[in-house]
Structure formats: C-alpha cells, structure tokens
C-alpha cells in the first residue's frame, strides 16, 4: 500500500516495520488498516465530545481546530495538536508550505472563522457559501502532518449545526473523490462554486 501523499523536503518518521505506510504512533501499530480503525474509532469520540458533550455554540478559531485534532490524535501521534513542519503534495498539487502555515492559519481565522461563526441565523444558501469557503481554505492549507480531512469536516458540521441545519451527509464526498479534490482545486483558483454544489449536496438541498 502507498503513502496516500507525497511529502516534499524532510520526511517524518514512520513506525518500524510499516513500509513506510504509517507514521511512527505511540500504539506501536505498523498495519495501515488497524491504523485506520484505531483513528476511527477516536473520531467518533471526538464527534460525542464536540457534538454533544460540550457544543461550541459561539465563535470558533484556530485553536479549536488545535484542540479538537490534539484531542482526536494524542493518544496515537505526539505531534498531534501541532502545526505540520514538512511540506506536503497530492500528485502535483502542492498544498501551502510548512513555513507558511502560521501565517496562513492566522488569515484563515480572520477572513473564515471571524467573518462566518457563529453561523445563527445565516440563510441556507449563505451557509452553504461560508461552508465551502472555509472548507476550502482550510484544506488548502493543510495545518497538520496527518489528519487533516475529517477536523475540516468537523468544523463544517459544527458550523451547520450551529445554523440548525446539520451535520452534513459526506457519503456522496467519499463516493466521488476525485469530484471533490478537484472542487478543492478549484477553490485555489478562488472558484468556490464547485464546493459549494458538494456542500449543498451533503446538506440534502438538491
């Protein structure tokens, strides 16, 4: 099995014994697949804790997403938590550099977190628009070494949530992966309409 990512400039450690498929956990586990499960099973953890336990129902900001994802992850990786410090690509697409990520998270909570959450009272088709904006720039910079899709779904869940229409149904998403990284390309191109159709998909509105 590969690496799902190519890691551009230092490489991070991975556990003995994993062909260099899964990076070195405080678990000891070197199969990717129980990797998963094990990753898995945390998140739905995180989900109670979020969704449930105690709800964000106000502004949310970086250190949420720091949280949540230290949260998730700390009992598996010890960087968990942390901003990533290599550079990461998918094929050719290289997503924003490890150098710039503080910087660009610091924008992020400026122009999404700030400008959209709490989302009370927002009208569907502005949710849907502040959804795929922030989803969008979030994975455009790719804050962590590993992990970094599902804490950005779970801050479109919160966020939907918090308007009252939520959470979103991802399974169209995981049906149609190339569909949805290149709507990600596309919001590169700060054309946000292709997410946006995904995210109106996932809230049931077509």
């Not at 190519?6 to 405080?26: H, K, M, Y």
């Not at 010890?78 to 610091?106: I, P």
């Amino acid at each position: 099995m590969k690496n799902r990512y190519d890691i551009a400039g230092a490489q991070g450690r991975f556990e003995p014994g994993s062909s260099d498929t899964v990076l070195a956990n405080r678990l000891g586990i070197s199969d990717p697949f129980d990797i998963a499960d094990a990753e898995l099973v945390l998140l739905q953890q995180l989900y109670q804790a979020v969704l449930v336990e105690a709800f964000p129902d106000r502004r949310l900001t970086v250190q949420d997403l720091k949280d949540w994802h230290r949260r998730w992850l700390g009992n598996v990786y010890d960087w968990a938590g942390e901003e990533r410090s290599v550079n990461m690509s998918k094929g050719d697409f290289h997503f924003a550099a490890a150098a710039q990520v503080s910087r660009l998270l610091q924008q992020f909570e400026q122009a999404c977190l700030v400008k959209y959450t709490p989302c009370h009272g927002l009208a569907i088709e502005s949710l849907i628009e502040a959804i795929a904006v922030t989803h969008v720039e979030l994975i455009l910079i790719y804050p962590f070494r590993e992990g970094n899709g599902r804490p950005s779904r779970l801050l479109s869940d919160v966020m939907a949530v918090q308007a009252g229409v939520g959470p979103l149904d991802y399974s169209a998403w995981d049906q149609d992966r190339n569909g949805y990284f290149a709507a990600i390309q596309y919001g590169a191109a700060m054309n946000y309409a292709p997410m946006a159709n995904k995210v109106r998909q996932a809230l049931g509105r077509i």
